[in-house]
């Protein structure tokens, strides 16, 4: 009878737990469902021509495919495919070919099992309008603070477009530790504003080469946005100053890239361990190559984030309307989209954009997005400049984007949940407001709230019913249940969710490790390269073995099993982490066995 009843309790937590499982994915498969995969391009129209490549094809194989293979398919075919970069030593990268009937070749490629996605070359650049005109951006370095607390950049008061998106409510629990954000664009100079700003390797693919130094000035400009150093009395902040740039340069000094460059960089950071990508880019034709590396990077488990396009019109540019993009369009003071910023169902949030051309805030400087970047007119130098466009709203969210990963939520599809949910609608909007704003502007504050409080709050609440559950089951079987104590109690809540309530009182900017359950200090810790590690019953286990030989020490061994096995089940569950959910729950009740034991002892 007993058994039944322990069998039919496990069954009936079992059903629970897939019901919200399936909630949770399905709510996540809905996110997406505004973007579709264009239709390949089977010849090109006029407009195509002119983005076209002459005699050029991209060819992405599939990844599992060997040099080998892929030289006797060009033997077969009278062509020789090149790789597009030696960045790669192995055969997972893009190639192109060059080809007088293309459109013969292309049909041939996209019918051969062993290629994955087969397309026209074509060249992508920097939205139009993205740069401040002449010296109208150029801001004196020389005047004097105006802002005395956190953050002491004397600039900070005249970036609105951080006060937009609520950064000064952020700061005090979340910088981005640790979260490595790639930057896909004209290359990152390192500007005296960057001089606190960890720049971690990346890659040229303009000029084939580790050297991605910026030649134009926008790569540097957007990442300022994302990471500019932040409190150290200069200058001006990003968003999350805490997280790490990775430059890869796909655009040259005249701001234009091919698909395949592209395409090569998005798949190398998302190899090199970036779990964001920005591309302020992007172009009006669709590319199945350039689509295929997006999903390439999702399904790794980084968040990608795009520029809407600056034409001003009802189509969202690519790459930003492709499925897995998380596509951005622009907002000016006044919260209502920009003039230059396209707009679609392909719209997934907002950000601040800017608009040079007004002063609506009255400061007497145009209203553009403010950062640290090298001169486009004079690439010798560095100043303060008013950009603005769609290509300085994506930054906004990929540093959203990285503050949300610190907290460790680290599914790209969980990001984009919390990005939409969050987002605020505007103060002033325009009609047809879904496909101007998508589900509102990004709101960092409540991003992080909450990442931090609502899930901590959850799997401490878990945490909690475990031990009651398992006190329950050990009085029933007559053995007499230790108290966990203040020590354990203690254990239980860094296992499980930390002190997560603590950065929202305080003004402070606090240690995010101790915010977060034991799980979640990964990124902080290891920067995001140990997520299977801590996210294991590794630790709980070890503790155990070295704390059993004593009462307190299986106290301390059991609060921080049950924490960290009521955080594992809650992330599984919720689908969190860019973590299979069966390792999850395998380790969950590995680290809820190990408190058990250790409880029942």
Not at 337 to 355: L, M, Q, R
Not at 403 to 420: F, H, N, R, S
Not at 532 to 545: K, N, R, T
Request: aromatic share 8%; hydrophobic share 45%; glycine share 12%.
């Amino acid at each position: 009878m007993k058994k039944n009843r322990a069998l039919r309790t496990i069954l009936l937590f079992a059903l629970i737990g897939f019901a919200i499982a399936w909630y949770f994915k399905r709510d996540r498969e809905q996110l997406v469902s505004n973007h579709q995969e264009p239709a390949p391009i089977a010849a090109l129209d006029d407009e195509a021509s002119g983005y076209a490549i002459a005699g050029q094809i991209v060819v992405d194989f599939k990844d599992d495919e060997s040099h080998e293979r892929i030289a006797q398919l060009g033997q077969s075919l009278g062509v020789t495919f090149k790789p597009a970069s030696s960045s790669y030593v192995d055969a997972d990268e893009i190639y192109t070919v060059d080809s007088g009937d293309g459109e013969r070749l292309l049909a041939l490629l996209r019918a051969n099992p062993d290629v994955e996605a087969a397309d026209f070359e074509f060249t992508y650049g920097l939205p139009e309008d993205a740069l401040a005109s002449d010296d109208e951006g150029i801001v004196d370095q020389d005047n004097p603070a105006l802002h005395k607390d956190f953050p002491n950049d004397p600039r900070f008061n005249q970036q609105w477009h951080l006060q937009q998106i609520h950064m000064m409510e952020t700061w005090k629990a979340a910088q981005g530790d640790g979260i490595v954000v790639a930057v896909i664009d004209t290359g990152v100079a390192k500007v005296p504003d960057l001089a606190d700003t960890e720049i971690v390797g990346g890659w040229n693919f303009v000029n084939d080469s580790a050297n991605a130094t910026d030649d134009h000035g926008h790569g540097t400009h957007v990442a300022g946005t994302i990471a500019q150093s932040t409190h150290n009395g200069l200058g001006v902040a990003g968003v999350a100053f805490h997280a790490k740039i990775m430059p890869i340069k796909v655009l040259s000094a005249r701001g234009s890239g091919s698909v395949s460059g592209i395409a090569n960089g998005i798949r190398w950071a998302a190899d090199h361990g970036a779990k964001v990508i920005n591309m302020s880019l992007g172009g009006p034709m669709a590319s199945s190559v350039l689509s295929k590396a997006v999903k390439y990077a999702h399904d790794k488990g980084v968040v990608v984030v795009c520029a809407a396009g600056n034409d001003g019109r009802g189509k969202v540019s690519y790459p930003a309307a492709y499925p897995h993009a998380i596509a951005v369009a622009a907002t000016q003071f006044d919260e209502t989209t920009t003039f230059y910023s396209n707009w679609g169902k392909e719209i997934d949030v907002a950000a601040p954009g800017g608009n040079t051309r007004v002063d609506q805030n009255g400061d007497g400087q145009p209203d553009g997005v403010l950062q640290n970047t090298i001169v486009p007119s004079d690439i010798s130098r560095n100043d303060y400049l008013w950009f603005m466009g769609t290509s300085m709203a994506s930054p906004h969210v990929a540093g959203v984007a990285a503050l949300i990963m610190g907290q460790g939520v680290t599914d790209p599809d969980a990001v984009e949940k919390v990005l939409k949910e969050t987002s605020r609608q505007p103060k002033a909007g325009k009609k047809d407001a879904q496909n101007r704003y998508g589900a509102g502007i990004v709101d960092a504050a409540a991003a992080v709230r909450k990442t931090q409080v609502a899930y901590g709050g959850y799997e401490l609440g878990a945490a909690l019913g475990f031990l009651g559950l398992m006190l329950i089951r050990l009085r029933r079987v007559g053995r007499a249940a230790i108290g966990l104590g203040v020590g354990g109690f203690g254990a239980l809540v860094v296992g499980a969710s930390g002190l997560f309530f603590l950065p929202q009182l305080f003004s402070v900017p606090a240690a995010s490790v101790l915010a977060h359950g034991f799980p979640a200090w990964e990124p902080a810790a290891l920067g995001s390269a140990g997520a299977w590690l801590f996210h294991s019953a590794l630790a709980p286990i070890g503790a155990m073995l070295m704390l059993y030989g004593s009462s307190r020490g299986r106290r301390l061994a059991a609060g921080f099993a049950l924490g960290v096995g009521a955080h594992l089940a809650f992330v599984a569950v919720a689908g969190t982490v860019a973590i299979p959910a069966l390792w999850l729950a395998m380790n969950a009740l590995a680290a809820l066995g190990a408190g058990y034991v250790s409880l029942k002892k």
